[in-house]
Structure formats: structure tokens, C-alpha cells
């Protein structure tokens, strides 16, 4: 390295422990905060798939003769296993590793210019072509590539030196430039440039190669296929961002580097010194978190099924926890096997069932709510267990009325055979009747049935169709009576399918509501992996975006600066964590990726103007409240508090949210400090505590 240049990060994977990166791919991360999978010393997994399971962590620790190295041991046949590290203020850098390809099967290479899992540009090993490729989303530009054959018994020195000069790749003694002032939006030189690239690197690069422009189809292994004309692709930018390295089937990574000169250093330096100023700033305008109360649940600890309500009618909300038992193989089908109601001082107000400490998260709803179903002013328990639908007293737990849950039909479980009933998967209540109150309950089997009773669980109506995670219901057509979004199915109020979006997976949340004051009102959907869509009330198409797999959604004012509401929709399977922020008419304003997974996209009413911000967790750095730019601008103390689980509401009815976070054993609830300034306007609507979801799609509208 030259006297000029300095090193920013270097890794030779010797600090580790031989062994896998644990990571269980499972659901979790939908809902839950756990820092301590696909974590390895300063990388982290970036992408999961259910499908990688069978994998035991496609990442692991392995000695390769005398060196450490981080291999990927998995052939990804959906999506790609992808391993980041760096500085979010990185721009104008050189990567180097040494890469062995175990396999020809699938490409493997270097990651730079990472913004999240869907934006990035790449250096790869593809086959017979080295190739320099830009990533947008489902769009794959290839901007240069030449002939080679990889060795699989050696390693390869790949490098990559990129800035807003252009990028130039390395691999062994092949040399792909991309020219263009690309930092500037200036696009990319077509001309061949051969020998040294100045401005880029002093190294002889030697044969350099002829580029293309050629654009590939969005799939895993990115073939060949060209999409449309190359020319009317425009080029694209470099705008730094963090390294990664990427495999879709087995390979090896050695001795990473990466390096730029003194003044880069500096110029990262203060970029980072200026952000950092500039979310302090903000943290002053903003509500410092202040603990109010601590409940211990060690008795009866759950995961985030956790449920709140006045029980007893006497003015103060209490808490139900739920505990599981799975059934059919795994946690798709759990019966509820202990439900526990505490005062918020930690008193015990009644227990059923047989509370026994729990083993594995749910990554499902457990089938129960809290809603006072008859309007006497004491709430209720709904639950399902024992393949009965019951309604227990609110002040003791008593079971008041109970039926049997309806009988299976074929296919109703995941593995195995189906329970003889229905064992539950969640509760949605709404007014079908034009009563004015939430005063029908819901029913629903995991995904393919659901079923309507009236308050005295007398049987209304069934209808079978794609019933996605959760419902949601709305007066559209105005006749007093709510319409029900069940999946991707609008039924009547009498079950009856009004329409149906044409589209593939299933509903992972949904919202419906005006976006603009007096505006029509709008549903949007969140389709895992069909994307996120925006519909009349019709049912048409406003907007799609193939975001991957689109997860949860929230409604609420976030951008004083922007008419009407915004969106904001995030990812999970494939390529977790990625964040978009939308206006009221679909259009993107904002994307951005917090954290390598999900979360629930709880508003809060502690942002400025009567404005929401959301909540991504209690962790102390991870975690915090964000603005609709992406911005951390509240965060949490580092006291030992509990992060797996959060919850957002007005618990004790002053008008300002609280903050509720635990795990098995303990319960906090966070304050907003008293002298923060964050009543503006009447409290908004929300969802209503009896409709409460680990799917349900987050909204909050200004009154």
C-alpha cells in the first residue's frame, strides 16, 4: 500500500471461532429484536430465507491451510446469502479480497456501494465471466465483463476501486472499467479506456476489458437475459456505502481489506462527524425516553403476545399474557395453554390454564384479544384453546360462554394431518350489523377460511379464500355497516365477495382509510412477495412496487413538508429491513434500511407538529424511533431493559403514547420525558386495542 493511502478496515477472519454464523432463518424477525443471530464480530447477514433452514447457517468460520476464512456453504436456490461490514460514509475506496469459488454453479464475488440488500453495486464471479453489476431493486445492469474460467482449487484476488471518478475492477490479471463522474450524476463513459486509469489507482491493472451495458432479468443467479434496450437504462451512480461479500453457492473469502487515501479518510470522517451533529440536533427537539414502570412476568413470560385492557372497570388498563403449546410439527398451529392477567404494579388479577416456561418464539398469532364485546365497561377475554371459541370475565377469568370451534376441512394445516377443529388463528372484531360498535367477531384459520359470529357466538356466516395474516374492515360504501378486507377479498358485511386482487403469496398487512383530508379512501396492501400495492376502493391499481417481500405497513403523518399522509411499507424474506416511505399517491420519497430485519412500524405521537414517529425497538442501538427520513432521532438508555418485544399506546390515557418493551421475565414502560413538547393536536386514530396483531398494518389518522 502506498505511502498516501490508509487502511479503513482489514479482516482475516482470525479473531473468530471456527464454526457457523448462527442464524435460524425463521420468522422471528418480523416481529422480534434479537441482535445475536447472523452477527459475526462486525458483519452481519443481510438477506434470510425460510428456505435456508436446511442450511445450519449458510456462513461459518473455517480454516483453509493456514489461514481463517469466511466461507458460504449453501447452494440459495431463492434469493442470495449476503454478509455486510463497513461505513455508511465510505465513498471512494478500494475492496480487495482473495475468493475461491467452490462451486460454477451460482456467482460469488465483492459487494460495495451497499445502500440495503435491493441497491448495491457488485464485482462477480459468474461462471465463465467476471462481471461488474449495479443492483436497483428488480433491475440487474451489467456494466462489464470479461472471459475467465475460475480455478476452483485456487484463490483469486478480486479489487475493486470505486469514486466518483468511476469503478474499476480487478480480477487477477482482468481489469473492467466503468468511467464517469458517477458521484455526480454525470453518467458512464462508453469509451475503452486501457492501461492505468488515472485518478482510480496507479496499479498496472493490465488487460482491460471491453464493457457492456447489458441488462439481466431480476432473478437468484441473474442470467443473461437481456430486459429491454440497454440505452434507455440511465447510468447509474455511485454514491459510497458499505462493502459485503455475496454468495449464491459455495466459496471462500480471505484477507479483506479496505483502503483509501488520507484525504477520503478525513472527508468519511467528517461526513460522519456532521451526520452524527446533525441526529443529535434532532435528539434535543425530540422526547427522551423516562421509565415509568417495571412489571415482573417471570411467572407467566411470553413472547410478544401480550395483550392490554381495563378488565375490571375501574378506569386503569391492565395486561393479559398468553402462553403456547404447538401442534402439526410446528408453531403454525398453537393452542393457547395459559392466559395470565396482571395489574400494571405487577399484582396477579387471575391466571387460567397451566403457566410453564416457554420454549421458542411463536411466529404466529396466538388467538386471543381483549375487547369489553358487550359494552358493559369491563373488557373481556376472547381466546381460542382446546378447539373452543370462549369469552371469559374480564375481572376473574371465567370462562362465560363457550362453542366449539368449526370443523376442519381440508387442507388446514401445514405438515401432517389437520386437528379434527379449528385450532385458531386469530380474532377481528367489527360492526357488521350498523350498531355503531365492534360487536361481530371474526375468525379465522391460519390461511385458507374464516368465520363471522355475533356477540353471543352465535354462527353468521363462513367463506373460504386466500385469507393472508390478518384482516381489516371499512365502511365503503356507506351504509353503516363495515366491509371486510380478508386477504387479497373484499366480503360484504353478509360475507359475500365484492373483489378480489389478482396477485400471488398472500396479504402480510393491510390499511384502509383516506390518505388526504377529504380525500377517496385508499387500501393499501402489503403482498409478501407480490410486493406492496396501492388500491381503490374498487379494487384497481394504483401503484405496485416489487419491493420483495413486502411485510408490514403503516399510515400515519410523518413528513410535515409532504401533502397528506405517508406510507411506509418494510421487507422480510429475501431481503429483510428495507424501508420505503411513500406519499399519499404511491410515490416514493424515501428508502432506507434501518436494521437486517423487520419490524412492526408502530407509530408514536412524540414527533414535531402534531406528527408521528416509528418505533423499530427499545434497543439501545439498534432500536430507537426513526422520522420519516430514516432518522434515529429517539433512542433508548442503555439501563438493562428488556428489547425481544415493544408495544406502542396511551396506556394510562394522558394523550401521549407510552412505550412497553419486555421479554419472558420482565415488563418496562417508557414515559416521554415531561418537558417535551409532544401533545400538539388531539390524540389520532389508531388501531383499536381489541384488533391487536402481530400482522396488522399500523395506522394512525389525524383528527
Excluded at 626 to 645: A, S
Excluded at 649 to 666: C, K, P, Q, S
Aim: net charge negative; aromatic share 8%; charged share 25%.
Amino acid at each position: 500500500m502506498s505511502q498516501d493511502r490508509v487502511l479503513l478496515f482489514a479482516d482475516d477472519f482470525s479473531a473468530y471461532p471456527l464454526g457457523p454464523v448462527e442464524n435460524g432463518y425463521t420468522p422471528w424477525g418480523e416481529y422480534h429484536c434479537r441482535t445475536d443471530q447472523g452477527r459475526l464480530g462486525p458483519w452481519a447477514e443481510a438477506t434470510t430465507h425460510h428456505s435456508w433452514r436446511q442450511s445450519n447457517g449458510c456462513w461459518r468460520v473455517a480454516q483453509d491451510g493456514s489461514r481463517r476464512v469466511l466461507e458460504q456453504t449453501f447452494c440459495a436456490k431463492h434469493s442470495y446469502p449476503l454478509i455486510v461490514t463497513g461505513d455508511e460514509h465510505w465513498r471512494d475506496y478500494q475492496l480487495e479480497a482473495e475468493v475461491r469459488p467452490l462451486s460454477l454453479a451460482a456467482p460469488c464475488g465483492l459487494v460495495f456501494g451497499y445502500r440495503h440488500s435491493r441497491d448495491y453495486f457488485a464485482l462477480l464471479l459468474d461462471g465463465a465471466a467476471p462481471r461488474l453489476i449495479k443492483r436497483t431493486h428488480d433491475h440487474t445492469e451489467e456494466l462489464a465483463s470479461a472471459p475467465l474460467i475460475p480455478d476452483v482449487s485456487e484463490y483469486v484476488s478480486l479489487s475493486v476501486a470505486c469514486g466518483p471518478e468511476g469503478i474499476v475492477g480487478r480480477c487477477g490479471d482482468i481489469t473492467l472499467v466503468v468511467l464517469g463522474n458517477c458521484d455526480h450524476g454525470h453518467g458512464v463513459s462508453r469509451r475503452v479506456r486501457r492501461g492505468p486509469v488515472q485518478g482510480i489507482s496507479q496499479a498496472p491493472w493490465g488487460h482491460v476489458a471491453l464493457r457492456s451495458r447489458r441488462a439481466v432479468t431480476p432473478h437468484d443467479h441473474a442470467p443473461r437475459v437481456p430486459q429491454h434496450n440497454p440505452l434507455e437504462t440511465p447510468a447509474p451512480e455511485f454514491p459510497g456505502g458499505l462493502i459485503g461479500l455475496i454468495a449464491n453457492a459455495p466459496a471462500r473469502f480471505a484477507n479483506i481489506r479496505v483502503s483509501a487515501s488520507r484525504e477520503e479518510e478525513e472527508a468519511a470522517a467528517h461526513r460522519g462527524a456532521g451526520h452524527t451533529a446533525e441526529l443529535n440536533r434532532l435528539r434535543q427537539q425530540r422526547p427522551r425516553p423516562v421509565l415509568w414502570r417495571k412489571v415482573d412476568i417471570s411467572r407467566f413470560g411470553t413472547d410478544r403476545n401480550l395483550r392490554v385492557g381495563d378488565l375490571d372497570g375501574d378506569g386503569e388498563n391492565e395486561i393479559v399474557l398468553a402462553q403456547h403449546r404447538p401442534y402439526l410439527g410446528g408453531d403454525g398451529c398453537c393452542m393457547i395453554s395459559s392466559l395470565a392477567a396482571l395489574r400494571l404494579n405487577g399484582e396477579v388479577l387471575w391466571h387460567v390454564g397451566d403457566p410453564a416456561p416457554q420454549s421458542g418464539d411463536t411466529t404466529a398469532d396466538l388467538c386471543f384479544q381483549v375487547h369489553d364485546i358487550d359494552g358493559d365497561g369491563c373488557a373481556e377475554v376472547l381466546y381460542t384453546s382446546e378447539l373452543e371459541l370462549r369469552i371469559a370475565d374480564g375481572a376473574t377469568g371465567e370462562t362465560r360462554l363457550s362453542v366449539p370451534t368449526p370443523d376442519t376441512a381440508p387442507p388446514a394445516a401445514q405438515g401432517g394431518y389437520p386437528m379434527a377443529r379449528v385450532v385458531g388463528d386469530c380474532l377481528y372484531f367489527c360492526d357488521l350489523d350498523g350498531s355503531g360498535r365492534r360487536d361481530s367477531i371474526i375468525l379465522k384459520d391460519r390461511y385458507t377460511q374464516c368465520w363471522a359470529y355475533d356477540a353471543d357466538l352465535g354462527p353468521r356466516w363462513t367463506h373460504r379464500c386466500n385469507t393472508g395474516h390478518y384482516p381489516t374492515s371499512y365502511d365503503l360504501n356507506g351504509d353503516g355497516r363495515e366491509e371486510i378486507m380478508m386477504g387479497y377479498s373484499l366480503l360484504s358485511a353478509d360475507g359475500e365477495l365484492l373483489w378480489e386482487l389478482d396477485a400471488i403469496d398472500h396479504a402480510d398487512s393491510l390499511v384502509i382509510g383516506p390518505l388526504r383530508d377529504g380525500g377517496p379512501v385508499r387500501l393499501a396492501v402489503s403482498g409478501s412477495d407480490a410486493g406492496f400495492y396501492l388500491l381503490d376502493a374498487e379494487g384497481d391499481i394504483l401503484r405496485h412496487h416489487a419491493i420483495g417481500h413486502a411485510q408490514t405497513i403503516c399510515v400515519a403523518k410523518l413528513r410535515p413538508d409532504v401533502d397528506g399522509l405517508q406510507i411506509v411499507v418494510n421487507t422480510y424474506w429475501g431481503e429483510p429491513g428495507i424501508t420505503l416511505v411513500l406519499d399519499a399517491d404511491g410515490n416514493l420519497l424515501d428508502e432506507f434500511e434501518p436494521v437486517h430485519y423487520a419490524c412492526l412500524l408502530q407509530p408514536a405521537n412524540w414527533g414535531p407538529d402534531g406528527s408521528d414517529l416509528i418505533l423499530l425497538s427499545t434497543h439501545p442501538l439498534e432500536g430507537g424511533m426513526i422520522d420519516g427520513r430514516g432518522r434515529r432521532v429517539v433512542m433508548f438508555p442503555d439501563d438493562g431493559h428488556p428489547v425481544l418485544c415493544s408495544d406502542v399506546r396511551d396506556i394510562d390515557g394522558d394523550g401521549v403514547d407510552e412505550v412497553l418493551t419486555w421479554d419472558r421475565n420482565a415488563l418496562w414502560i417508557y414515559k416521554a420525558d415531561p418537558g417535551s413538547d409532544c401533545r400538539s393536536g388531539p390524540y389520532p386514530e389508531r388501531n383499536p386495542w381489541c384488533n391487536d396483531s402481530n400482522y396488522r398494518g399500523q395506522y394512525s389518522f389525524p383528527r
